[in-house]
């Protein structure tokens, strides 16, 4: 493990530590995604609705227009009670505060009247007290309210009952209540809140509380007091944790179990609203009686009486995304304990949670660091999908409630600083070691052995290649008078300053020989006009060698040049990965290599430092060329064409080159004819070359000493048939 590695670790580890820790402080953040995550899955599969003994006598819009705004008169709920229980109503609990008196009973309208005696007041019927007397020994749950004002708490119509430790801490705390109407409350055979979410900012309803405390005593919401009222049951049994109080399991209403929240919640599994669920008021109270279909629904079944009205305020949304009236929770909430089908999220869940961030966190960050980044990726995926497939299928099939999304996230923001550090830091080493070939490699290989499957395996390829050789000219006596480091200064600042231009050219560098240099065009990938980028690069070389000898880049002192010979041939040649399996070079062989180095070791011939063959030069016809004979190269049979590049494409176009070309073109044809004019159109050719460039004057020196160059090609084949 290199040091890079082992901070990796270290602060991955840091990393993968303060998140354990922050989802183990459980910011609200991390409650809202919970949240939202299991809305989605009560959206994608909702409770299927049954029918059920459970009813909502419906305040609606419509009983509203019958009967008048609301408040009612109580005596009119009287008689809603009264018919309900005549129907055979298992339990009537009212979603209602009945805090203050009936204003429309008309004792206290009467009394409101100045001048009317109060002895005839007290004579006159009271609403609340008619409302009283109907809910008395009837199985009617009343509803009270949370405050933050006072210190009244109402009084507990059931009993407790424990096994394991004492729950009582448990559930929200009731700092005060809103007092009911003392006869109400006395009558009533239950009591109990009607707060759906106390205390949560959350506009959704996911879990209702069952039960609230003051510390010392439990207090009942209205859904499970009408379920106890109905079963005529007398005590709530409720199972805390064996070895911990505050805590709740689960509690028991005469035959039905309940699990919970460790506060004591349920986890609402709602349906989606139904028509079926609700009995509009006026149907219980409407004067022409009660319809059978009515009467059938309301026997035997808990009734909840609410308002769906949409000025009373009363609306709230499920995990569904629906908005529906509060009543309609508490109606769901029975629903849900009679069909059994419950949610629920083990006390556990959070330490699993937990556990599950720190241990694949640690993987991650392990993976990441000493693992490819795809692989790594791969890891993550998979610990997704692995996190959510769970979490689903833990829903579907058992109710569980888990987390996906927390460890998902920190997750992902572990392997994005894994994965951010390797490539910042870890993988400088590598990109030290590229930058490094980079100098002996073309970008093109590069990119090749990087994206291309099985680059770096043995073997190769017959391609069209533009062969480049550079020698240094005389490189024996400089390196006589050098000692051996001055030798290796000298060749690196030279052939440093040459090999550029075979990179800047899309060329690839194939090796360095001594004072040599071999490069080619056209592979690893096909580069166009190759064969121009090749000359372009040997002009490049020249116009760069001058520059360094002008400033004497190698310490030789004034009038001590150092001089190249470039040769380049274009054709067919094999190139790939050659020699051992373990240690290889990618180069190219075959004859137009050889060619090219046999045209470059013509250069002192000839007396010029770039030649080409004639298959280059008619890939480069806008170069300016000159005609350098026909040369017997070793190996081959017959005479090689070869042309001097005198100038780039500028230097073709120009009035000088134009001059000397003509010139140039009658001396190779008084060559060819062995004509007497030669030395006198050697001397015209000198001063034309000399107005275009100064290298060609050793060029035409020597062009007289080589008249078998320039004499018919045709000869050579007449003489190697006469052999």
């Not at 990796?8 to 910011?27: F, Q």
């Not at 899955?41 to 008048?68: C, K, N, T, W």
């Not at 309803?205 to 007091?225: H, K, M, S």
């Not at 005529?232 to 199972?239: A, K, P």
């Amino acid at each position: 493990m290199t040091r890079a590695q082992q901070i990796g670790v270290v602060i991955g580890l840091a990393i993968v530590a303060a998140l354990t820790m922050l989802r183990a402080d459980d910011p609200g953040i991390f409650k809202l995604i919970r949240g939202v995550t299991f809305d989605e899955y009560q959206r994608l599969v909702p409770r299927s609705f049954e029918p059920m003994p459970v009813r909502v006598i419906d305040i609606d819009e419509a009983s509203l227009r019958e009967f008048g705004q609301w408040p009612w008169p109580r005596d009119r709920l009287a008689l809603l009670v009264d018919r309900l229980s005549q129907m055979g109503a298992a339990a009537i609990a009212f979603d209602v505060l009945f805090a203050e008196p009936d204003r429309l009973s008309p004792r206290n309208v009467v009394r409101e009247v100045a001048g009317v005696d109060p002895l005839l007041a007290e004579k006159l019927p009271d609403n609340d007290e008619i409302f009283a007397g109907s809910i008395a020994g009837k199985p009617v749950v009343l509803g009270f309210g949370l405050s933050n004002e006072g210190g009244y708490r109402p009084p507990v119509k059931a009993g407790f009952a424990f096994t394991g430790e004492s729950p009582v801490s448990a559930p929200p705390f009731l700092r005060a209540s809103t007092p009911l109407r003392p006869q109400l409350e006395a009558n009533a055979a239950g009591l109990g809140h009607i707060s759906l979410n106390p205390g949560n900012p959350s506009p959704v309803v996911r879990a209702v509380p069952l039960f609230l405390t003051d510390g010392e005593q439990l207090y009942p919401n209205l859904a499970i007091e009408a379920l106890r009222v109905a079963q005529g049951v007398s005590t709530y049994v409720l199972s805390g944790a064996p070895d911990r109080a505050g805590v709740m399991t689960s509690a028991k209403i005469g035959d039905f179990v309940v699990p919970l929240t460790a506060a004591g919640e349920l986890w609402l599994y709602v349906t989606p609203d139904r028509a079926e669920r609700y009995i509009s008021a006026r149907q219980v109270i409407a004067g022409a009686g009660v319809s059978p279909d009515v009467a059938a629904a309301v026997n035997g079944s808990i009734i909840f009486v609410g308002t769906s009205a949409a000025g009373l305020q009363d609306i709230r949304v499920t995990a569904l995304g629906e908005n529906v009236p509060g009543v309609s929770l508490h109606a769901q909430a029975v629903e849900q304990i009679l069909s059994g089908q419950f949610l629920s999220r083990p006390d556990w869940a959070d330490g699993l949670e937990i556990l599950v961030i720190a241990v694949l966190g640690c993987l991650l960050v392990v993976v990441t660091t000493f693992v490819s980044p795809a692989v790594a990726l791969i890891c993550g995926l998979l610990i997704t999908a692995m996190a959510l497939v769970a979490s689903w299928l833990s829903f579907l099939y058992a109710g569980l409630l888990f987390d996906p999304l927390a460890p998902i996230i920190s997750g992902s923001i572990t392997h994005f600083a894994a994965t951010s550090f390797r490539i910042l830091v870890i993988d400088r080493e590598r990109r030290a070691v590229r930058r490094a070939f980079g100098h002996y490699l073309s970008p093109s290989l590069l990119h090749r052995i990087e994206h291309t499957r099985d680059a770096l395996r043995l073997g190769g390829d017959d391609r069209e290649l533009t062969v480049m050789f550079v020698d240094v000219r005389n490189f024996t006596e400089i390196s006589e008078r050098l000692a051996p480091a001055e030798v290796v200064r000298f060749l690196n600042t030279l052939l440093d300053a040459l090999s550029r231009h075979v990179v800047t050219n899309e060329g690839t560098l194939d090796k360095f020989i001594g004072d040599s240099i071999m490069a080619f065009w056209n592979a690893p990938i096909d580069v166009t006009d190759h064969a121009t980028k090749a000359v372009r690069a040997a002009l490049a070389m020249r116009e760069t060698l001058a520059e360094l000898n002008a400033g004497d880049a190698f310490g030789f002192g004034p009038g001590q040049q150092v001089g190249i010979g470039i040769g380049i041939h274009t054709g067919l040649a094999c190139v790939g990965n050659m020699g051992a399996k373990t240690r290889f070079n990618y180069s190219a062989v075959g004859d137009a290599v050889n060619v090219a180095a046999r045209i470059e070791s013509c250069c002192k011939e000839v007396g010029f430092d770039i030649l080409i063959s004639d298959s280059t030069a008619k890939l480069v016809q806008t170069m300016a060329l000159v005609e350098a004979g026909a040369i017997p190269l070793k190996g081959k049979s017959s005479r090689t064409k070869i042309l001097a590049v005198v100038g780039n494409e500028r230097v073709a176009a120009s009035r000088e080159f134009a001059a000397l070309d003509i010139v140039h073109r009658q001396l190779i044809q008084a060559l060819h004819s062995h004509s007497r004019n030669t030395r006198k159109l050697v001397g015209t050719a000198k001063l034309r070359a000399a107005q275009v460039i100064g290298g060609l004057t050793e060029f035409y020196q020597r062009i007289s000493a080589r008249t078998d160059h320039f004499r018919d090609v045709s000869e050579d084949i007449e003489e190697n048939a006469a052999d």
